[in-house]
């Protein structure tokens, strides 16, 4: 087969197993995004940190977003009163522990279930490591800028509105005594009047079909966003596996410590939605160790390029960066050890 031919039935088996996926989460992401009320979930926050990484955990299954539409989420529900340390746990697994990662996971390691299990398995892990030292060492506030709480804002809100109606009705008071002044006035107080009613039909019409237009706005966005990372992915694997030798993938790959450092480092590079990558993952199944792709699996959806990014926008740098080192360290041993004791 050419070269060319193999890359381009590489990228398609890969791109077109995920495909579903993709647009299942982006669907479910587009719902929770347009109905949950997050008042629901600040009143329901527990209190005591081990209560706080478990329901974390639990919003992780409950709510399947993936990377690019948890950090929205998370400010919102932060603004709500959500603990930092919370959410921050949230933004890691989140992406991972849901049923769709699970489900994609499960159908494409088939011939190893194992591999499914083990991957929310390590995931919880690395959220009770995290939550611990978080509750345990951060003294200082993380955030790059202060977050408004809700109610001081819907306060601001209202009292901007409040002196703008007032001004409003300053100037109204001003041009209504100044119509009075001219000979037409009855005449343009019912074609006002008519109007206003006309137009209040037209306002609750016009309301459903922006709702309806903005959740068909906010789901190819995001689906046209998965996309871009979810071809590079499939053609960098592809082009990958055409042109490297296999041996030298194997020698990588059976490595007992290197071929985990590549996997997680390719799988930050790669940037892949949680929903998609255990496609990628198994393309690789012939070459690499079980323990190398699980670390690929978790530490990708944890951490990647586009997550850092998007981090780095609410959180200081010097945070972000030990975060990064702390799920590397935590996901790299824990991989090593499901190697030993459970995918050997």
Partial sequence: ?????????????????????????????????????????????????????????VLGIMFPLCECGMIPFVRRLMRKGMPVYIAVIFILVGPILNPIVFASTWMAFRGNPAMAYSRMGLTFGVALVVGFLLTRFLKSNPLRH???????????????????????????????????????????????NHD??????????THGGSQLMTMVSHGSSELFEMSKYLML???????IQTF????????????????????????????????????????????????????????????DVKSTLMMLSIFKARFVLTLSI???????????????????
Wanted: hydrophobic share 45%; charged share 10%; aromatic share 8%.
């Fill in 146 to 192: 202060p977050i408004e709480p809700a109610a001081a804002s819907l306060t601001h809100q209202h009292n901007h509105a409040h002196g703008k109606e007032h001004i409003d009705q300053h100037d109204h008071h001003h041009s209504h005594d100044h119509a009075h002044k001219h000979d037409h006035s009855h005449d343009h107080d019912h074609s006002h």
């Fill in 326 to 344: 702390v799920v590397a360290i935590t996901v790299l041993s824990g991989s090593l050890l499901f190697m030993h004791f459970f995918l050997a």
């Fill in 196 to 205: 206003h009613g006309h137009d209040h039909h037209g306002h609750n019409h």
């Fill in 244 to 303: 490297v030798a296999q041996d030298s993938l194997s020698a990588i790959g059976q490595g007992a410590f290197i071929s985990h450092v590549f996997m997680m480092g390719f799988a930050y590079l790669l940037s892949l939605c949680s929903t998609t990558d255990a496609f990628v993952a198994v393309s690789f199944a012939k070459s690499f160790s079980p323990g190398s792709l699980l670390a690929f699996l978790v530490f990708g959806p944890m951490i």
């Fill in 1 to 57: 087969m050419e070269p060319i031919s193999h890359v381009f039935m590489a990228f398609m088996d890969i791109f077109l197993d995920a495909l579903p996926f993709m647009i299942l989460g982006v669907l479910l992401s587009t719902i929770v995004e347009n109905f949950i009320p997050e008042g629901v979930i600040q009143r329901l926050t527990p209190k005591h940190p081990l209560g706080g990484v478990l329901f974390a955990c």
């Fill in 233 to 239: 992915g499939a053609l960098l694997t592809a082009l």
